[in-house]
């Protein structure tokens, strides 16, 4: 494909802009890096917090992920009809379900996170010693995740 010139006007000083063009990059190919296993950065992302947490609920973990609890409901439906996610009532709250990993879901997850690394690698191939930590430690200071 071949690049044309283009005046950006004030999209060129925008975060967000750059933000949302480089997400469609590093989607387009971790997507690519997981095409068998057929599982999205955000499903990716639910599995490793289930994983990391035990004992979370689909409250914790949406607020966690700062969105809806209906969606996260929609998410987990999904995981759960794959075979990778298992909801089991919670001992301490009957309203709550406390979600695991299948051991299917151990297995998947077990096989991407190899790749997962690899891609990592990959996209932030272009940036210099020290680059990779700044970028990040600006992007949680942007999301509100900065430690």
Avoid: C
Wanted: charge should be positive.
């Amino acid at each position: 494909m071949k690049k044309t010139s283009v005046d950006w006007g004030m999209l060129d000083g925008l975060i967000g802009f750059h933000l949302r063009r480089a997400q469609s990059v590093v989607f387009d190919k971790f997507m690519n890096s997981v095409k068998t296993e057929k599982i999205s950065p955000g499903q990716f992302g639910v599995l490793i917090l289930i994983t990391e947490n035990p004992g979370l609920n689909q409250s914790g973990l949406a607020a966690a992920l700062g969105i809806e609890r209906s969606t996260m409901v929609a998410v987990i439906n999904v995981l759960e009809g794959r075979g990778l996610v298992r909801r089991t009532q919670s001992t301490t709250d009957r309203r709550a379900y406390v979600l695991s990993l299948t051991g299917e879901g151990k297995k998947l997850l077990s096989a991407v996170k190899t790749r997962i690394n690899h891609h990592e690698k990959k996209i932030s191939a272009a940036l210099e010693d020290g680059e990779k930590e700044v970028l990040l430690d600006l992007l949680k200071k942007i999301s509100g995740h900065s430690s």
